[in-house]
């Protein structure tokens, strides 16, 4: 990659962070998205196993 | 097609069909949002008066329209779980809200980014930009509204209700940039006929946009499965579910 594309023209301080924002945004809303799923499972078997062990 | 729309209504059938549709949209996301970066930054010309700056049209622009998009789904999720009190519209709701909410935050960020270099400023309480914190506000509202009722039945009619009313805002923004004077520039993309943006720049930007729509019904699917699991704790079709 040449120089002139890294530097955006001299406009690199401000495109950079912008897509690296957003890039982290998407990440973000991937792994959170996940981790509720992951997380109302978990709850899900405790009141499984809670049910379970009740008389 | 309303037998289809009734099984939508089926938490287990939504549950079981939302895993199946996730890899999908996220290669979907993931090829659309590849060939939009590489066409985007590396093929489409600069633009004539701001230059390489304009490049974050593909990020910001794709943003601030799923921050709309968001909010429309949520409120109308919102509606129907009011009106026909079908719980999986507020589930939808409520998996959408966080969703809109980070969506929004990029489109202000990536504005802000692109204020500085063409306006002189990161932030002017130009209608557009003020009208987009609003929504962010309404996105934070809606999941505080959401959280603050201990029955959450009752949360989730609040949080709809206030979601139905901040509809009001989206009309708002689109269409502040032409009832007002306004430093953001007016539409180019969403304009019927002809738009005012060369073909080898919407392109990419077209690429972009279909690619964040799939990437936020990916993670509203995931989100989703999670709301459901959390509502249907106690329903027997939930023990083979997550054993499985």
Same mark, same amino acid.
């Given at each position: 990659?040449?120089s002139?594309?890294? @530097?955006?023209?001299?406009? &690199?301080?401000? $495109?950079?962070?912008?897509?690296?924002? $957003?890039?982290? $945004?998407?990440?973000?809303?991937?792994?959170?998205?996940?981790?509720?799923?992951?997380?109302?499972r978990?709850?899900a078997?405790?009141?499984?196993?809670? &049910?379970? @062990?009740?008389? | 097609?309303?037998? +289809?729309?009734?099984?939508? !209504?089926?938490? #287990?059938?939504?549950?079981?069909?939302?895993?199946?549709?996730? #890899?999908?949209?996220?290669?979907?996301?993931?090829i659309?949002?590849?060939c939009?970066?590489?066409?985007?930054?590396?093929?489409?010309? #600069?633009?004539?008066?701001?230059?390489?700056?304009?490049?974050?049209?593909?990020?910001?622009?794709?943003?601030?329209?799923?921050?709309?998009?968001?909010?429309?789904?949520?409120?109308?999720?919102?509606?129907?779980?009011?009106?026909?009190?079908?719980?999986?519209?507020?589930?939808? !709701?409520?998996?959408?809200? #966080?969703?809109?909410?980070?969506?929004?935050?990029?489109?202000l960020?990536?504005?802000?980014?692109?204020?500085?270099?063409?306006?002189?400023?990161? +932030?002017?309480?130009?209608?557009?930009?003020?009208?987009?914190?609003?929504?962010?506000?309404?996105?934070?509202?809606?999941?505080?509204l959401?959280s603050?009722?201990?029955?959450?039945?009752?949360? *989730?009619?609040?949080? !709809?209700?206030?979601s139905?009313v901040?509809?009001?805002?989206?009309?708002?923004?689109?269409?502040?940039?032409?009832? +007002?004077?306004?430093?953001?520039?007016?539409?180019t993309?969403a304009?019927?006929?002809?738009? *005012?943006?060369?073909?080898?720049?919407? +392109?990419?930007?077209?690429?972009?946009?279909?690619?964040?729509?799939?990437?936020? !019904?990916?993670?509203?699917?995931?989100?989703?499965?999670?709301?459901?699991? *959390?509502?249907?704790?106690?329903?027997?079709?939930v023990?083979?579910?997550?054993?499985?």
């Open positions: 990659m040449n002139g594309f890294w @530097s955006m023209g001299g406009y &690199a301080r401000f $495109v950079w962070p912008c897509f690296g924002f $957003v890039f982290a $945004v998407l990440a973000w809303n991937l792994w959170a998205a996940r981790r509720h799923l992951a997380q109302a978990r709850r078997l405790r009141a499984i196993a809670m &049910a379970g @062990s009740t008389p | 097609m309303w037998t +289809w729309f009734y099984r939508l !209504a089926s938490p #287990p059938y939504v549950y079981r069909v939302a895993a199946l549709w996730i #890899p999908w949209f996220l290669t979907a996301a993931a659309t949002i590849g939009g970066l590489i066409d985007g930054l590396g093929f489409a010309p #600069p633009d004539y008066q701001q230059g390489d700056a304009f490049r974050i049209i593909y990020v910001h622009v794709p943003s601030a329209w799923m921050s709309e998009f968001t909010y429309a789904c949520m409120a109308v999720a919102g509606a129907i779980g009011l009106i026909w009190r079908i719980k999986m519209g507020h589930a939808v !709701a409520a998996a959408a809200a #966080p969703i809109g909410a980070s969506f929004t935050l990029a489109a960020v990536t504005g802000s980014l692109w204020g500085r270099p063409m306006w002189g400023t990161y +932030w002017a309480w130009d209608p557009r930009l003020t009208t987009e914190l609003i929504l962010l506000f309404l996105y934070v509202g809606v999941m505080s959401r603050a009722f201990e029955d959450p039945a009752r949360g *989730d009619r609040a949080a !709809a209700l206030l139905v901040g509809v009001v805002n989206l009309p708002i923004i689109h269409y502040s940039v032409v009832w +007002w004077n306004s430093l953001h520039q007016g539409a993309v304009k019927l006929g002809k738009p *005012d943006i060369e073909l080898s720049m919407l +392109w990419p930007l077209l690429s972009m946009m279909l690619g964040f729509m799939c990437f936020y !019904a990916a993670v509203l699917c995931i989100r989703l499965r999670g709301e459901i699991l *959390d509502r249907e704790r106690q329903a027997t079709w023990r083979e579910a997550v054993k499985s």
